[in-house]
């Protein structure tokens, strides 16, 4: 019955509005469908729509509509033609238009204010919608803009990828060095964060080189830019006594921009982490030239327990920074950093180590007071021009180092050691870019001088029987110096344009060294020089050319990368002692293949393989023996080393969104060959390392996986991991030759759970095996270590933050009995409404855990380090700004 | 000594880590440039919460209009299709933790996703970002059922006229100009004989109205890249984004384990993403 009347209701309607179609064609004038055009329906000499269609790609269109006039308007437009309309009978038809081009003129119209964009990809934060009421910083407030991070380093990250600049009013003060400016510049001073997107910052290359980096600037408000602005913190703590206290002033005008800045505590804090560099490629530029502060000499010093820094750092550190930057005119700016540290730090550890010899097991017992006094000095000098007709940067540089470390060492009888390791380096660094039709071409030249004139004192005199006759004397001296000059200088030429993007460079490296060394012994004040077999005089040279090729390919599922470096090395080395003068020359090619493989988009595969062949160094021809620790000796009386290294890795990744599930594991091996093999023997404590040749070999194999899956109905997110890697070393002991397996284990696992918006957890434990036998040994040799932690955040109100935290370590050995040792902390926040002053309250070590034990194996020697540990400490901060 | 050398191991070993996550995200290259030829920026208000309707949401849309293809996007969350690859330097390979900040996902940023439509094809891809995780789908262009009224309104000088349609669960009005002859409108909306300069629903829970209309000085280009996005099916991805909604952090640390939170305790607050997504069906 439905049915029918349904039916009847719909043949009453068809009569009253009967369905009309129009159909056609839109063409141009050669005839070429126009697509997307509009046809529109609608009643004569009204603009109002009735029915409308869009032409599909062919050009066509389909009009249907329900109404009772008797004719309508068709009217066609499309964009760049001529609209065209006119009057149809309302009945079923088919009409086709030659449309003609006319360039459409449209009137550009803004309502309210331009919105806060331009083309050129620059996005502006007003920083007073991001502020929140705790903020200090304009670091705070950076690290909360969307699309950036900050690393725990200081790093600023914008979309995954690190700034290439850190503007303040469009000049660049600090370098790479911004974190000086991040952690200073008040919340308020600042009205706007801009983001410049794809930001090319040498300017001879906007229009050629992409950048997908991105720059940052800060915009200050009126009223700090004339002014003095800057920021003070206090923090006290009464019993022991502390203080934690910083002072910045900050200037920025358009013809002069400064930030100066004063800091000092004895907490615990290493304040030198914000002088460091964000530039990583220039350290190992340093690295590789020897530029960098390695000493020749050294305390017997343990290493770094495995705990954070700031609970066994007993400083008292003054830093002070200088920083101005002044535009000379519109193409040139100069500027200075510069800075100063002050720091004297003591530790007391006591290490117990374990040699295991072929013949024998023995240990040394060493209680250490240690104590360091370094004046640290660090100047840039830089010039640079950046138009947008070339760029030219040259950087003038001085790093001082004055330091002096002394250490009383108690190990059967009392040892005193004093040791002056100050390292000079001055350098200039110069730089120029200019674009041709086709490439675009970059000169460097950077050359610099090194000095580390060095010297460890040892009292009383020991071995009598090596290097005194038997004859009781004072003290024992290494003296060491090293001066190194070098330059390097290439020119690369980048095409402008390519699918397959390849780079080309061509330059050369010059290094020049001197090395001296003399063992002295020291009686009443007169100093001796032991024997000529303790005393090293060299000269080296080292001549390189080099040619470095890159290419990239890509394609949908590919990425493909091979670079392909060419050397050509000459070593002239030159013993001015022994009169022995030596050489070696070799070309060498050292290949690095990167494949990366997509299988679909929840797996794929990461392949890369290396091969590396170099020459050693100038500490590796030493033919004199060098007291490098008070209970070392080595020398290397052998040719130069040369190794030779092949790595191959391989990795799968699965990822899957929906199941909030990712697993990944990997393995990775290598194998380096050394023509060199070093012999190891102990004369009573002291150990002498030296050099033969034999070719031998080192493998080791890495596997490694992490899996972690979110749990949606627990609001918990689990994660766990593993690593077991082994591998083998070949090493002369007493004359035999040992190889030692070594073995380690490492299984992870870490918990996250959210309670409620206001409470949250966060819990990670980590269990390490450490297994090390060789040939000659029955079992392996084993340490166990593990550590969990474990804190607790609590929002009670935005502005107050509350946060607990606890840790535990234990460390067993083969000969300590196991420990246990627990850490926890307390940190309170809090900032009033309309206070420019914020409290913080923090508690450090609530257990007063007073020492903390590091074991360590490698190949035949055992450690356990015990070092002291900050007691118990709690400060109360205040800062403000003004 | 092989000790140290096994940590420096796992330092390069952890770098893989770092490039294989920039890996996963590799997908189809699929690029094509093209020159926008008109702009129109839309301000965007929403209601983050549907259970709190009062509380609104400012965004600014833009909508670039070439000659194959358009595209529209929020300008706070504007990203780049350019691959993390093409130039893995020296800092990232060498950085071994990614950190993300926890309070980037507690602001209301606006919209995530990037519209383009490619008539050609007959495709909307939109891409989006799952606090991260880089995907996409493609959806059929303009499958609206316009109804066309007779109502109209005067935008920015032009003469608009109305149109209804329901998509996917919400009810809309758009108001278009036949003066702008382009069948384009934000995000998805579209296939009208006119630009849409006003588009809202009929429970005013988002607004667009367009502000400003202007023709780019130095003809910009609109790239589309899939390339670092992985394909899914749009349902897919709205189940992922309800899923990671519910504690932001806990997703995007548990998909990228490489993402560590920063220490610093007011960072630490994982706090729920109000959910009221545009589609509902």
Known sequence: MNFFLSILFFLIIQSCYSQKAISGKITDSLGKPITSASVTISKINSPIIIAFSITDNAGSYEIKWQDDADSVTLAVSALNYVRMGKNIPAVSSNYNFTLTIHPTVLKEVRAKTQPVWQRKDTINYNVSEF????????????????????????????????????????????????????????????????????????????????????????????????????????????????????????LFKKKIQFINTYKYNNTGIDNTRELNSQNFSEYINAIQNGAIKNDLVSLAQPRPPSIAQKRYLFNNSHVASVNQLMPLNSTYQLRINAAFVNDFQRQQSSVVTKFYLPTDTFSINEKNKWHSNLNLLQTDLSLMANSPKFYLKNIFKFQGWWSVEKSRLITGSEINQQLS????????????????????????????????????????????????????????????????????NYLSLRKRKSKISTQYKLGFNIQSQHLFTDLMTEKSGIEQSVADTFRNKLNWQRYRIYNENSWVYENNEWRVSFTLPLNYTKIDYKDTSLKVKSGKEAFFISPVVIIMFQLNPKWNINISASYNRDFGDISGITSGYMLKTYRNLSNNDAPLAETRSGNISASLTFRNPLKIVFFNTGIMLSRSKSNLLYSQKFIGNLETLTALVQNNYTNRATISGRFSKYIIDWKTSIGFNYSYSFGNQQQLQQNELVTFSNKNYTAGATLGVKFSSKITIDYSGTYFTYLSKSQLQQSATTIQSASQNFSLNYFPTERLIFRVSAGHYYINNNFAPSHNYYFADINMRYKPKKSKIDYELTCQNLFNTKFFATAFLSNNIESVSEYQIRPRQALFKMSFSF | MSYIKGLNKMKIYASLYFLSFHLCTINAQIKFRDTSSLEIFYEFNFVPDSSLPEIKNGDVLVLEIGKISSSCFSLYNKKRQEAFLQDLSMQSAHSEKIVINPDIIKLPTGLQQIFCKIPDQKHTIVFDNVYGFQCYYIDTLNSFQWKIMSDTITILGYVCQKATANFRGRNW????????????????????????????????????????????????????????????????????????????????TTINPNFHVNENPHFTNRQKKRYNPIELE
């Open chain 1, 421 to 488: 390791n100050p390292f000079f380096n001055v350098s200039n660094d110069f730089k120029l870019i200019k674009i041709k039709s086709k490439y675009i071409e970059e000169w460097a030249s950077y050359f610099g001088y090194v000095s580390l004139p060095q010297r460890l004192d040892v009292m009383p005199g020991l071995y009598t029987d090596i290097v005194n006759n038997n004859l009781p004397y004072d003290a024992l001296i290494q003296n060491a110096s090293l001066k190194t000059f070098y330059t390097d």
């Open chain 1, 131 to 250: 502020k929140q009421p705790q903020d200090r910083v304009i670091g705070d407030i950076i690290a909360r803009l969307p699309g950036i991070e900050v690393t725990p380093g200081g790093q600023i990250k914008y979309n995954g990828k690190p700034i290439n600049k850190y503007y303040i009013e469009g000049l660049d003060l600090l370098e790479d060095k911004y974190g000086i400016a991040n952690n200073n510049i008040p919340a308020e001073s600042v009205d706007k964060v801009q983001i410049l997107e794809n930001h090319q910052p040498i300017r001879v290359l906007d229009s050629v080189s992409f950048s997908d980096r991105a720059a940052l600037n800060i915009k200050l408000k009126n009223s700090a830019k004339m002014k003095l602005i800057g920021r003070a913190r206090l923090g006290i703590c009464v019993s022991p006594l502390l203080s934690e206290d910083e002072l910045t002033g900050m």
């Open chain 2, 173 to 252: 009005i758009a108001w278009f100009t036949t003066a702008l002859p382009y069948d384009n409108g934000p995000l998805k909306f579209g296939g009208l004989p006119g630009l849409i300069l006003k588009l809202e629903d009929i429970k005013n829970n988002f607004n667009f109205i367009a502000t400003t209309i202007q023709k780019p000085k130095e003809t910009p280009i609109i790239i589309i890249d899939k390339k670092g996005y992985s394909k899914f099916k749009r349902n897919e991805i709205r189940d992922m984004h309800k899923k990671a909604d519910e504690d932001p952090i806990g997703f995007a």
